[in-house]
């Protein structure tokens, strides 16, 4: 007798989502408050069993929500047997600690899910030491709400220090391991910005947009490279280098990094400087969107507020609206009204991308110097740095030099006079 295969992967955790919705906060404008918080779960392996949202004016002191709409929050939980209730909002300890005694699951906030979802796809050491910093320095102000049982002087063995209580001990040892995890993450940033000063006769180009904007296959599709794509949040969390060699000879470092999303918690952001280095030594950066999400004004807006958090908004973008294909004539029709200066592309169905190339050529030649150079035929490695770095307009051999006309960027002109003849 064959016995029938069992599977024996966990069943996803029940979970009730809330969003309290303050005066001037992105989620007035939402199209549904419960929708990326709901998404944000998921991408845990959560299963949404149902949701609420309040509007308020400032959150209530003690539970963020108010009471009539906290027993409506119990009700849903014990309705559907949720095991945890995430709010779509910082909380401060206290009143975690209170909705956790009043609602009888564990509850999570927006910063706590991100963490984790991070922690969850991390996979380079460089990745889950920033990940486990940010973690330290979120759990290092919430350390009361967890051990206020141990709020005593105790005598653990090897433990803790003379009168010290659990609580200290525990604040003690995590800021240790914060300075520990400052030092690597420094050491790995230095060798991200050599690896960067290594590049600078290439000019850089970064992605940035919304997790899950379709970055990624942008990249995969420009540069013909095989890169990591997976529709899933934070899909992408260490920084991907390629070459992107353009049909009129040129060629641009392109750079994918972390998606970003509305409110990415400040320590997230710190921890993960090194990986964002790219982006902020880029030349130029091509601001990804999803076309067809509901709420692209909202993402465009919360990419831009990271960018000034980096001090990286006056590097000039390009907006980029990927999954056109999936717009109808009316919807696209106001987008380019709304935004006239993007550019519309499809990198699953490989659409719009010969025009994304020409803008980025258009952007450049505006960038550019013209000039005649002559070079000493022997001198073969100066030759193809120059080809390297420069637009060849047209070349012919004079004598034993090689004479050309060359397009490039005033940087790397400089980089070049010194060493050829040359004549505007």
């Known amino acids: 007798m064959v016995r029938e295969p069992v599977d024996t992967a966990p069943l996803p955790t029940p979970v009730v989502v809330g969003s309290l919705i303050l005066p001037g906060s992105e989620l007035e404008r939402a199209k549904d408050p419960l929708a990326e918080i709901s998404d944000l779960c998921e991408a845990v392996g959560a299963n949404v069993v149902g949701g609420v949202y309040q509007k308020r004016a400032t959150p209530q002191a003690r539970t963020a929500f108010g009471k009539g709409k906290v027993e409506e929050i119990a009700n849903l939980c014990q309705e559907h047997n949720a095991e945890l209730f995430v709010v779509d909002l910082d909380l401060k300890p206290s009143q975690g600690k209170n909705l956790e005694e009043i609602l009888g699951v564990r509850v999570l906030d927006r910063s ?6 991070f922690a969850t796809r991390a996979r380079t050491r460089q990745a889950k030491l920033q990940v486990e910093l940010a973690q330290l320095e979120y759990l290092k102000t919430r350390l009361l709400r967890m051990w206020t049982h141990l709020e005593r002087t105790g005598g653990g063995i090897g433990t803790r220090g ?32 050599r690896q960067a000063s290594s590049r600078e006769d290439i000019l850089s180009f970064s992605l940035v947009g919304y997790t899950n904007a379709g970055k990624s296959t942008i990249m995969r599709q420009l540069t013909r490279t095989d890169v990591y794509v997976a529709d899933q949040i934070f899909a992408t969390l260490d920084t991907k280098v390629r070459r992107w060699e353009m049909e009129n000879g040129r060629a641009v470092t392109l750079a994918d990094t972390v998606g970003f999303v509305r409110d990415l918690p400040h320590h997230l952001v710190a921890s993960f400087h090194a990986t964002l280095e790219e982006t902020l030594q880029a030349d130029f950066l091509l601001h990804v969107c999803d076309a067809a999400d509901p709420d692209l004004g909202i993402h465009i807006r919360a990419v831009r507020h990271v960018l000034e958090t980096l001090e990286a908004q006056e590097i000039p973008s390009l907006l980029v609206f990927n999954k056109s294909d999936c717009l109808n004539e009316e919807e696209r029709l106001l987008l380019e009204k709304e935004w006239p200066e993007a550019i519309f592309v499809s990198a699953v169905a490989k659409h719009g991308l010969s025009l994304l190339e020409k803008r980025v050529t258009e952007i450049l030649d505006q960038w550019s110097v013209e000039v005649t150079i002559f070079v000493s035929a022997g001198d073969g490695r100066l030759i193809a740095e120059v080809r390297q770095a420069a637009t060849i307009l047209n070349e012919d051999w004079v004598g034993d030099e090689w004479k050309a006309s060359i397009q490039l960027l005033p940087r790397h002109w400089n980089l070049l006079k010194g060493r050829v003849r040359s004549f505007s």
């Not at 706590?112 to 979802?117: A, G, N, T």
């Not at 200290?168 to 060798?191: A, C, M, N, Y």
Request: net charge positive; proline share 3%; glycine share 6%.
């Open 112 to 117: 706590e899910l991100i963490l984790d979802i």
């Open 162 to 193: 003379p009168g010290e209580t659990q609580l200290e001990t525990d604040r003690r040892l995590i800021s240790k391991r914060i300075s520990d995890l400052k030092r690597k993450l420094k050491e790995i940033e230095g060798r991200s910005q």
